[in-house]
């Protein structure tokens, strides 16, 4: 009887079957990816315990969704994480890690010499002022003082900006040792994901399963180049897509789908509350505040540089900037500028700077420029576009076989063929769309700033493109000009580039009369103003200059500014910009002069440019 007894129970119990899941689709977002996967089961009436290992560790165990049942039910669905046993770490891993240990100690010893340095300056300056009020003091004495103040302060300085500039190209050693470190460990897997599956099945069957899971560390973003023959010639643009992926597992041969979708991005709307008026400083907001949220990490980036200002572009010296989950950091120099290098899987910088907002950003260009904003200015925009209806529509014949689908918020490019893309290798980089697009091409020059003359392109109409925030590098007659981020969240009508300078046209503004300045009724101070710029043609090409300057407007009323004279330019009036659009004759040179008077109260200061 016990016998019987046995034999009857054993159906009863689900028996635990491991099975092998095959990638066969790769969706792949912004940030996320989706894998499609199959399997082939064998399932017995009742219940059945199926188990899927040595799957990414990565997934999200929310996203999990089974297809294919037949006559089948979930009872349940589990996502766990088993570790496996570490390797014996390899030699060239340990050596690895020897150089940044060393490269730390030099940083250390670097940061001790600047900090006494810093140190010595501060007592010499100190002594220095006291030397200068001892009552004993001859004029000898205190020409040996300045004299040795003078020499010493030099040299600290000198020592100061090597040390630094140091122990900066040893932090980024660090980040490239570092990056190198993260593709051996990651050959070393130490984790798996396991799926473990309770399906009860009314009969005994034969099933194809389609599971399909979201999973982190892996993503793509845009990149582009635009090529320009010369100024007669239409521009080349290229759009291209770099895909990585660091989920632990390699694709092989898989359908790839690239989406502008944002699975991890917050998906609940915000709420409109009350607006209310108050007595408040005014304060410039960041338009860098209202994107950030919009700009995606990009793996390819590994050093980053930019310029830090406040809210009306005045650059703030020592911001503290770092990488987020790293000791990586820096700080902006005096001019407000600063470049920092990028370990692997650092993914957001964070800026500090007493009196103003901390901000975050991802690290998604090799340039990131930044406005700070004051503390007490509090911005909570929400920018919300979207895209109309539902389209299909082929790209140019360079790349036609790639399909692109508008869906109501989002956008897709299904690739032709199949790919294979390994964990933790170099991003993959597919052409996604090549075209030529007519262009204006004009030269700029704007000598209160800057007396370079630049040639300049401007894209109309760029928003057909259907671009997304990235990089794009620049070519002009076969040479790189440099790298430029777009900005695809932008409104304006027209897109302009910049394509380097050119030294056979020259620029030079300067000042005609010195300043002049008379009582006015003894109560105001009148200063008159007049600049002469002029421009040389040394090409043996016939050329236009769009030319620049501006003339002052009063915020005060009472500061008044008059009798502006300005040689034939085009005034913008709100922005006291002024415009010549000049044609020069081969080896030609043409002068245009404007002037103004500013008359304000005697006793009062007021920022005049020279």
């Not at 239409?234 to 690239?258: C, E, H, M, R, S």
Request: hydrophobic share 35%; aromatic share 8%.
């Amino acid at each position: 009887m016990k016998k019987i007894l046995l034999l009857f129970l054993v159906p009863c119990f689900a028996i635990a079957n491991d099975y092998e899941l095959i990638t066969k689709k790769v969706t792949v977002f912004l940030a996320g990816a989706q894998i499609s996967a199959q399997a082939k089961i064998q399932l017995k009436e009742g219940n059945n315990e199926l188990i899927f290992s040595n799957l990414s560790p990565n997934i999200n165990a929310n996203s999990i969704q089974v297809r294919g049942l037949n006559k089948a039910s979930i009872n349940s669905i589990q996502f766990d994480v088993t570790f496996l046993q570490q390797q014996k770490v390899s030699a060239e891993l340990k050596d690895l890690k020897s150089q940044i240990e060393l490269l730390k100690d030099q940083i250390s010893l670097k940061e001790s010499r600047i900090s006494g340095l810093e140190a010595e300056k501060s007592v010499m300056i100190q002594n220095k002022k006291l030397n200068s009020n001892e009552a004993n003091s001859n004029l000898t004495q205190l020409k040996n003082y300045a004299a040795y103040y003078r020499q010493r302060s030099e040299e600290i300085n000198n020592q100061l900006y090597l040390l630094k500039k140091e122990r900066d190209e040893f932090q980024i050693e660090i980040g490239s040792i570092q990056r190198e470190i993260n593709k051996l460990e990651g050959r070393n897997r130490k984790s798996r994901g396991q799926i473990k599956l309770v399906l009860n099945s009314e009969i005994s069957q034969s099933s194809s399963l389609e599971i399909t899971y979201l999973v982190n560390d892996a993503g793509w973003n845009p990149s582009y180049e635009l090529r320009a023959k010369n100024t007669k010639s239409p521009v080349n643009f290229l759009y291209q897509a770099n895909i990585y992926q660091n989920t632990g597992d390699d694709w092989k041969d898989v359908d790839l789908t690239l989406s502008t979708a944002d699975p991890i991005q917050r998906g609940q709307k915000p709420t409109l509350l009350p607006y209310f008026l108050n007595f408040n400083r005014p304060v410039q907001r960041s338009l860098s505040l209202n994107r950030a949220s919009n700009y995606k990490y990009n793996p390819n980036v590994n050093e980053v540089r930019g310029l830090v200002t406040d809210s009306y572009g005045t650059p703030l010296p020592g911001v503290d900037i770092q990488l987020i989950g790293t000791n990586t950091r820096t700080q902006t120099d005096f001019d407000g500028k600063y470049n920092i290098g990028i370990p692997k899987n650092a993914k957001e910088l964070e800026f500090r700077y007493l009196g103003y907002q901390n901000e975050r950003l991802p690290v998604y260009a090799q340039q990131i420029n930044l406005r700070m904003q004051a503390s007490s200015e509090q911005l909570n925009d929400v920018v919300v576009s979207a895209y109309g209806g539902i389209m299909k529509k082929q790209l140019n014949t360079a790349v036609s076989k790639i399909q692109k689908i508008e869906q109501l918020s989002v956008m897709s490019f299904q690739l032709p063929k199949k790919y294979s893309i390994q964990s933790n290798e170099e991003p993959l980089k597919v052409k996604l769309d090549q075209q030529n697009l007519d262009a204006e091409f004009e030269y700029y020059v704007a000598p209160v700033l800057d007396p370079t003359v630049y040639l300049t392109c401007t894209l109309k109409d760029w928003q057909t493109l259907d671009l997304l925030p990235g990089e794009a590098s620049i070519y002009f007659e076969d040479t790189y000009v440099s790298v430029i981020f777009i900005d695809a969240n932008a409104s304006a009508d027209e897109f302009l580039i910049s394509l380097g300078s050119d030294q056979n046209i020259v620029a030079e503004r300067k000042q005609v009369n010195k300043m002049k300045s008379k009582s006015f009724f003894r109560s105001n101070q009148i200063v008159e103003k007049e600049f002469e710029i002029s421009l040389r043609n040394n090409k043996n090409t016939n050329i236009e200059v769009k030319l620049e300057d501006r003339l002052p407007i009063s915020q005060n009323s009472d500061i008044k500014v008059s009798d502006e004279t300005y040689d034939g330019a085009k005034l913008e009036k709100d922005t006291g910009i002024l415009t010549w659009n000049v044609v020069l004759e081969a080896k030609a040179k043409k002068t245009h002069k404007f002037s103004y008077k500013v008359t304000f109260p005697k006793g009062e200061r007021v920022n005049l440019e020279r």
